[in-house]
């Protein structure tokens, strides 16, 4: 074990140390995970939902507190930071309603009776990132302890503060011992052994698709189960027959909400050629409008990236040849402040249309028709989300249905809701969490043959 520091990105300040886990601490949490299986596996179906509510429960009571320590841990905004925490409580309470519903199936065979069962996996291993460390965590956990697993939990190192209060909480609802497991250390070691350890029967990655990769090729080698949440470059396309007043009122917020740091964030705005000019006109007044400062302040609407590190990162996209249209405000002094910037890319291979910034950048091109629209839509090796703006419903359906990407909105920018599913085509991801089929991705399916001959 040894001892790190969080970093507070709005301030600076260093807000609390925390315990890193080594290889041995990693195990053990393992291995009592391990032991633990059985018991949790055999509970009764309405004992483990019982359970899981009481979980949820003490999640909505402790709410505030949560979301104060996500203000102060990741910077995210307190409206934000409210609906995470409040979103952990939802998917455990939806996650309650699940190990009742776990339903086999009866299949007609001759001479017996043919049935499956959705076995738990065991121990499963969940790595998440920084940028949503709640709800990420729990779309995975919910589902995964409802369906009968123990789960071992690796927030990032950067972020471990609110991953470590929900262990705490899940004990005092009274999970079982060791059912539910924070154990918060460096990605390349703890979550490296969630990969390599043979009892660990799932992994569930949330983050970069780098490192997504590394870990799919790391869970081929025992064929181990893997969720993989990546990257993405998505789409906003904005037709001329959109209500444009409400395309470039809320295009902003549809990227620059926690700072950018968003899987789903809509960074690249395509724009129909005829409408481009009066678009970019809406849209100015909006990006200078998002309010960038404290994000304890109930009126912030964007706060800081979340380390120095990252805001350089971000800033390297900024080169000196980069066009620039427009960018918001930030505030002077200490944290990781960036400006909401609006970019007019060179070409199609800019690193601003072709690469995820993870940050308050968004690139605005403009298009031909439907087809050119879907095409450059497409032309991207991500597929998370999207939006379309237009009032031709029948349009609004076959731009959906074209554009390769699993989360798509029709003029509006919602992307996740608890009960429906959530996940990426192409190199945003592999498998869904979510919605009425998320326990399943946390079983097994059997299927028994029983004889009836005499
Ligand atoms: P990653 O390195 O992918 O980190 C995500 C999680 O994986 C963290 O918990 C990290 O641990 C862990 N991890 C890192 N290396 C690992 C390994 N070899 N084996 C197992 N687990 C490992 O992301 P990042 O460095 O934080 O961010 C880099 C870029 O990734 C961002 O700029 C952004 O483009 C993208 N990103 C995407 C998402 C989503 S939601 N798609 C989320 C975050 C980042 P530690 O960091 O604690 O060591």
Same mark, same amino acid.
């Given at each position: 074990m040894t001892t790190s520091q969080v970093i507070n990105p709005a301030t600076e300040k260093v807000v609390a140390t925390f315990e890193s886990a080594d290889v041995a601490a990693t195990d053990a949490a393992i291995e009592r995970a391990h032991r633990a299986a059985p018991g949790w596996r055999d509970m009764a179906p309405g004992d483990r939902a019982r359970l899981l509510r009481r979980f949820a429960e003490a999640v909505d009571a402790d709410l505030e507190n949560l979301a104060r320590l996500e203000v102060a841990n990741a910077g995210h905004t307190i409206g934000n930071a409210r609906w995470e925490a409040g979103n952990v409580r939802d998917v455990l309470h939806y996650s309650a309603g699940l190990p009742e519903r776990l339903l086999g199936s009866q299949i007609p065979v001759a001479g017996g009776i043919d049935i499956t069962f959705h076995e738990p996996l065991g121990v499963v291993g969940i790595i998440v990132p920084w940028n949503f460390p709640m709800p990420i965590a729990a779309w995975g956990f919910g589902p995964a302890l409802a369906a009968g697993n123990t789960v071992v939990l690796k927030p990032a190192e950067l972020t471990p503060l609110t991953a470590l209060r929900l262990g705490e909480l899940?004990?005092?609802?009274?999970?079982?011992?060791?059912?539910?497991?924070?154990?918060?250390?460096?990605?390349?070691?703890?979550?490296?052994r969630f990969v390599t350890h043979p009892a660990v029967r799932k992994v569930v990655f949330t983050g970069s698709t780098e490192v997504g990769?590394?870990?799919?090729?790391?869970?081929?080698?025992?064929?181990?189960?893997?969720?993989?949440?990546?990257?993405?470059?998505?789409?906003?396309?904005?037709?001329?027959?959109?209500?444009?007043?409400?395309?470039?009122?809320?295009? /902003?917020?549809?990227?620059?909400?926690?700072?950018?740091?968003?899987?789903?964030?809509?960074?690249?705005?395509?724009?129909?050629?005829?409408?481009?000019?009066?678009?970019?006109?809406?849209?100015?007044?909006?990006?200078?409008?998002?309010?960038?400062?404290?994000?304890?302040?109930?009126?912030?609407?964007?706060? /800081?990236?979340?380390?120095?590190a990252h805001r350089e990162r971000v800033a390297g996209f900024l080169e000196p040849s980069t066009k620039v249209a427009f960018t918001g405000t930030r505030p002077e002094g200490p944290g990781f402040w960036f400006p909401p910037t609006v970019v007019l890319p060179a070409g199609p291979?800019?690193?601003?249309?072709?690469?995820?910034?993870?940050?308050?950048?968004?690139?605005?091109?403009?298009?031909?028709?439907?087809?050119?629209?879907?095409?450059?839509?497409?032309?991207?090796?991500?597929?998370?989300?999207?939006?379309?703006?237009?009032?031709?419903?029948?349009?609004?359906?076959?731009?959906?249905?074209?554009?390769?990407?699993?989360?798509?909105?029709?003029?509006?920018?919602?992307?996740?809701?608890y009960w429906t599913p959530f996940g990426g085509f192409k190199q945003s991801g592999l498998g869904r969490e979510l919605g009425p089929d998320a326990a399943r991705a946390f079983t097994e399916t059997k299927n028994v043959f029983i004889a009836t001959d005499q």
């Open positions: 899940a004990l005092a609802a009274g999970l079982p011992e060791h059912v539910f497991q924070v154990v918060s250390g460096r990605g390349s070691v703890v979550g490296q990769k590394q870990i799919m090729a790391g869970c081929a080698e025992q064929v181990k189960r893997v969720t993989l949440e990546l990257g993405g470059k998505s789409a906003n396309i904005v037709f001329a027959d959109a209500d444009l007043d409400k395309a470039a009122a809320t295009a /902003p917020y549809a990227v620059f909400d926690n700072a950018g740091q968003d899987c789903c964030a809509r960074s690249r705005i395509l724009v129909q050629r005829s409408v481009f000019d009066r678009f970019l006109e809406l849209l100015e007044p909006a990006v200078r409008g998002v309010r960038v400062g404290d994000p304890a302040d109930e009126a912030t609407e964007m706060g /800081p990236l979340i380390s120095a291979t800019d690193r601003v249309l072709t690469e995820e910034v993870f940050g308050p950048v968004v690139a605005v091109l403009p298009f031909t028709d439907e087809a050119d629209a879907i095409r450059i839509a497409n032309d991207s090796e991500y597929g998370l989300s999207g939006s379309i703006w237009t009032s031709d419903v029948g349009r609004a359906l076959r731009v959906t249905r074209a554009v390769e990407a699993g989360n798509l909105s029709v003029n509006s920018h919602s992307s996740v809701r």
